[in-house]
């Protein structure tokens, strides 16, 4: 790749990048977490234009076949293989299966039988990629670990920051949250300022083997398969009921609370008159699933939480603190003040907050800097629960 002519075509997408910094980078090591798609495969295509010596890694995190009797994890690292044999990049697959059962997958369980709906994106980001895989990266020697997020990293006041991405439909902050300021000081995201189209058009420009192929969905270890499926051959299926919250009327048998998650639609098998249902709350004891009919019932609805485990990229914020928080991925910023109190933050919402889930995170924001979070210890009255209280 000619330097001038990298220059060039990284400017016309707004990476600016002068003959000084280009040989800078030449001085440098990047090992990129090549996953198989076309984020990682077009970081990896960045990252050697800028003029870095570019490494790029398979991770194996799952070894099992799926529905199809495939093991996506080898077309993943045969698609890994032919972006890197044509960006002439070395390349190689390290075995992180035991640390992600270990660490991620064994986790993940514990809190779908305890009656939560764990994350497990957010843990494998904090266990796995910025840890045991960082932890290589800079054995092998590298400057820089290098993602396909669709987050950026900013100097400000002379500390590393993390920065949602441009691209605010595809911003993944929110599973980034627990990184360490340590940490970030030597990752890059090249793809952060980019929208998608872009990084598919720089993917075809390339002729990339990946840039066409379908964006990856749900988690990573399940794959295109049946979640519930999935879940009932690691958990035993044990019926409870499914019983209306306003009457305390059953409705119909369920497989067990742990495979229902609070607002919860699709999947119920609730048919006759009524509805749509909406899970409400569950009883572990007595496994009972709660349902009420349409999204606007007010036991969906609370204005308040509170928050542990605290983790924050930064320094730790001074309370009380008006800022902005989402409660789950796709949601849209939400306006609260958060105070401080024996270890524990209170939430405060503007507006009520739509199925609050016990040990989902919380992440919180100021402007476009994402401050850190926590895991949902508890939630406020819902609306309901005031109105019948009294």
Same mark, same amino acid.
């Given at each position: 790749? &000619?330097? *001038?002519? &990298?220059?060039?075509?990284?400017? =016309? ?11 800078? *980078?030449?001085?440098?090591? @990047? ?59 070395? #390349?190689?697959?390290? &075995? ?6 270990? *660490? ?8 779908? %039988?305890?009656? $939560? ?26 400057? $820089? !670990? ?19 991405? %441009?691209? +605010? ?12 300021? %340590? ?10 300022? !980019?929208?998608?189209?872009? @990084? ?12 066409? =192929? ?6 990573? $270890?399940?794959?295109?398969? *049946?979640?519930? &499926?999935?879940?009932?051959? #690691? ?11 306003? /009457?305390?009327? +059953? ?30 709350? =569950? ?6 699933? #709660?349902?009420?009919?349409? /999204? ?32 789950? #991925? ?17 939430? %405060? ?8 889930? !016990?040990?989902?995170?919380? @992440? ?27």
């Amino acid at each position: 790749m &000619n330097m *001038n002519e &990298n220059i060039k075509y990284l400017a =016309k997408f707004g990476l600016l990048l002068t003959a000084e910094q280009y040989a800078k *980078n030449s001085q440098q090591t @990047v090992v990129v977490g090549m996953s198989g798609g076309v984020d990682s495969s077009v970081c990896a295509l960045l990252i050697k234009m800028q003029g870095y010596k570019t490494i790029g890694i398979f991770m194996k995190n799952w070894e099992e076949l799926d529905d199809s009797g495939q093991c996506s994890s080898q077309k993943d690292y045969e698609d890994v293989t032919a972006v890197a044999e044509s960006l002439e990049i070395p #390349y190689f697959s390290i &075995n992180f299966v035991e640390e992600y059962r270990e *660490n991620v997958f064994k986790y993940f369980l514990e809190e779908y %039988e305890a009656g $939560f709906t764990p994350n497990p994106d957010i843990l494998c980001n904090r266990e796995i990629k910025f840890k045991v895989f960082f932890e290589k990266a800079r054995e092998l020697g590298a400057d $820089f !670990l290098a993602t396909g997020h669709y987050c950026q990293k900013k100097i400000i006041d002379g500390k590393s920051t993390l920065i949602k991405g %441009e691209d +605010q439909g595809k911003d993944q902050t929110y599973f980034l949250y627990t990184m360490q300021e %340590e940490v970030l000081n030597h990752v890059l995201f090249p793809i952060g300022s !980019l929208q998608k189209k872009d @990084v598919r058009k720089i993917a075809e420009d390339y002729n990339l083997a990946t840039a066409a =192929k379908k964006d990856s969905t749900g988690i990573c $270890f399940i794959g295109e398969r *049946n979640f519930k &499926n999935f879940l009932s051959t #690691y958990l035993t299926k044990q019926q409870g009921s499914f019983v209306r919250l306003d /009457d305390k009327k +059953q409705l119909g048998p369920h497989d067990g609370y742990c495979f229902y998650t609070i607002g919860q639609r699709k999947g119920l098998g609730l048919g006759g008159p009524g509805g749509p249902w909406f899970v409400a709350d =569950k009883d572990k004891k007595t496994n009972t699933v #709660y349902v009420v009919e349409g /999204d606007k019932h007010p036991a969906l609805y609370a204005d308040e939480l509170t928050c542990d485990e605290l983790s924050w990229v930064n320094e730790k914020p001074i309370f009380p603190l008006t800022c902005k928080a989402k409660i789950r #991925y796709r949601q849209q910023d939400q306006d609260c003040i958060v105070i401080e109190k024996e270890g524990k933050l209170f939430v %405060e919402f503007t507006e009520s907050q739509r199925a609050i889930a !016990l040990r989902q995170s919380i @992440v919180f924001y100021k402007d476009n800097i994402c401050l850190g979070g926590g895991m949902i210890s508890s939630r406020g009255l819902s609306h309901f629960e005031q109105k019948n209280s009294l």
